[in-house]
């Protein structure tokens, strides 16, 4: 464990010193790698909320209704006592 | 001297064939990019959907990736085939950046495509994820190796004319990668990539919710491509800026006529949104101007003064002049390499040598000692490129990035909330903009191109110089050739996109044939 520790702590600091360096020469090449990251991650949660939002909308659905995802998003989530 | 003629029809070829290439490197992109964001999901999530998802898109992905590449191919050839004289001129310094696309990015990508397709059932979830993500990187770094090519020949850096072997020697490899041109020209093209991908995953997907077919897909894919690209339409118009900015100051000339900015003006200068510029006289017709726009696009601020076409040919002029001596001196070193009086007066006068080339078309008997003052007006004249077609392109351009974001920023809010199925009119609208992202891809490709003459390098090498000594009968033939067969290419990735998109995505578990999209007997033989 100790030693993944350390592996990933060089890791880390080759990573902001590449950062660094790029960003001094080459600021929109760096721009590029973070923002392509950050879209990749914001893309990838929305279609992980997709998921969520069709598991509330079958969990909110009662047996026989068609599937009203819109209903679900409106809907309080499963997991929140109902009061 | 190279017939104008010549020159003219192997510019329209250039032009024919990087319009067409880039109808298809836009797609690739961005595509490769949402096929790594599908797998991602689909290696966290465990849903199988989202790999039949990423195998649909990668069908056509391939018809797309394997079109850019024999129209890619071509223009690099071309290179030495019709414009000789500029690929020695520059060849030291441009051939490095286009050989290390093709052996480090080129191959990063058509190798990693390969073993994505193919690769499915014989690697781990992980490892084909990480192939995948290989694609997307090998293919955004040819963009940026083609594009610091590109950038070299807007602005000149990293590289120095030596006069006695008359090439442009690399002289610093960093300054010509870190070319703020190139950085900015990089991020707004890949950007614009993955708009084009993502206003193309949306409108299929609308297409099968039209039709209502295959909606787990359709609807997934939306809500992942809508988002992506509603970023990536913020950040190219971001980048779009950056270039601007950067093109104010390594390329005057072309942001003037962007800008059809015929006459100086005090700060702050007004924005000519609406013009009919007219280039024999130097005015523009019917203007609709928004007061102080301009200096705060292209300066970010109120007081900034962008330079106009009138001052731009004044200097223009005076660069002309003091070319002259520069071109003088490089005629007597090739006579003889050791005159030291030529070189000293090389050294004087060399930053200025490409507008000496400039004026050379206009020397009788090329005898530069000749050159009338007329001649330097009509030479600094020359300097300015067609203002109306780079004026109206940018506008284009400009304006079908504005719908894009407007488009996509809806489509964000409908898919969020779960709406889009239900709006058959946004599903049509969805369609229709298919087209859009590649119109505002090749007139921003014109804007690039066009604005940058009458220069190949800018400032360094006039275009008129450039080409290769063929007939005009050679060129006619070539051109007619080049757009029959590119024409032939464009129909035929249009029908095979259209084939595989009725056809749909294929059943899960049908294996990495079905992903290849073999047909059913070849898939036979691939499962034995």
Known sequence: ?83 | MVNDLVVDLSRAQFAATALYHFLFVPLTLGLTVLLAVMETIYVTTGREIYKQMAQFWTRLLLINFALGVATGLTMEFQFGTNWSFYSSFVGDTFGAPLAIEGLMAFFLESTFIGLMVFGWDKMSKAQHLIVTYAVALGSNFSALWILVANSFMQHPQGAEFNPITMRMELQNFGALFFNPDAQSKFVHTVLAGYVTAAVFVCGISAWYMLKNRHLDLARRSFRIAAVFGMLGGAGVITLGDALGYVGAKVQPTKLAAMEALWTSEKAPMAFNAIAFPNQAEQKNYFTVQIPAMLSILVTHSLDGVVPAIDQLQVEAQERIRNGIPAVQAMERLSANPRDEAALAQFKAHGKDVGYGFLVLRYAPQGDLSKITDADIARAARDTIPNVAIVFWSFRIMVAFGLLMLAYLVLATLMTLSNQIERQRWFQWAAVLMVPVPFLACEFGWLVAEVGRQPWTVNEMLPTWLSASTHSVAYMVFSLSGFILLYTAFAIVEIYLMLLFIRKGPEEPGAGHAAAAGLPSAGRKLAAQ
């Open chain 1, 1 to 83: 464990m100790f030693l993944r520790y350390i592996i990933a702590m060089a890791l880390a600091a080759l990573a902001i010193l590449f950062g660094i360096i790029l960003g001094d020469y080459g600021p929109w090449y760096l721009s590029w790698f973070l923002g392509t990251g950050f879209m990749v991650l914001v893309a990838v949660s929305a279609g992980v909320l997709f998921e969520a939002q069709e598991d509330a909308a079958r969990a909110a659905r009662d047996p026989g209704e068609s599937l009203d995802v819109s209903s679900a998003v409106d809907a309080p989530s499963p997991t929140r006592p109902v009061r």
